[in-house]
C-alpha cells in the first residue's frame, strides 16, 4: 500500500455524515433527558430573536451567538463529566465531588458572562423601548 493511501485509511475511521449522524444523536439525548439543555437553548434563542428585534449590529450579533454557544458548549461539557464520573463510581467521593463542582463552576461562569454581555447588548435598546 503506497503512503498516501496508508495515511488516508489511517485517519478516516468513519465517513462525514456518519460523524455528523453521531453528534446529533449526542444532542438529541441532551434534550430529551436534560432539563437544563432545555433551558439553555430556550434563553438562546429568545437571545437571538430579541438580538434580530433590536437590530443589533453584525458584530454584536455574532458576539451573541458565541455567547449562546459558550454556555451550551460548556453545559454539554458539564453533563459528560457527571456521567463519566457517575460512570466511575457510585459511592460518595471527595474528589469526584470536586471534580462536578468544578465542571458546574465552568457553566456558572460562562452563564454569568452571557448575562454581562446580554446587559451590555441589551441594555440601551430596552431603557430606550
Not at 460523524?19 to 429568545?46: C, D, P, T
Not at 430579541?50 to 437590530?55: I, R
Amino acid at each position: 500500500m503506497q503512503p498516501n493511501n496508508l495515511l488516508r485509511n489511517i485517519f478516516r475511521l468513519r465517513g462525514f455524515g456518519e460523524s455528523l449522524k453521531i453528534a446529533a444523536r449526542g444532542i438529541i439525548y441532551l434534550f430529551l433527558y436534560h432539563r437544563n439543555m432545555r433551558i439553555i437553548f430556550m434563553v438562546g434563542v429568545i437571545a437571538f430573536l430579541l438580538g434580530v428585534y433590536f437590530k443589533l449590529k453584525g458584530i454584536e450579533l455574532v458576539t451573541l451567538c458565541i455567547t449562546i454557544a459558550l454556555v451550551f458548549v460548556a453545559e454539554m461539557f458539564n453533563t459528560a463529566i457527571e456521567m463519566v464520573m457517575d460512570m466511575i463510581t457510585q459511592k460518595h467521593d471527595t474528589l469526584v465531588k470536586i471534580i462536578k463542582d468544578i465542571s458546574a463552576g465552568v457553566v456558572l461562569i460562562t452563564s454569568l458572562n452571557a448575562i454581562a454581555i446580554g446587559y451590555i447588548l441589551f441594555s440601551r435598546k430596552i431603557f430606550k423601548f
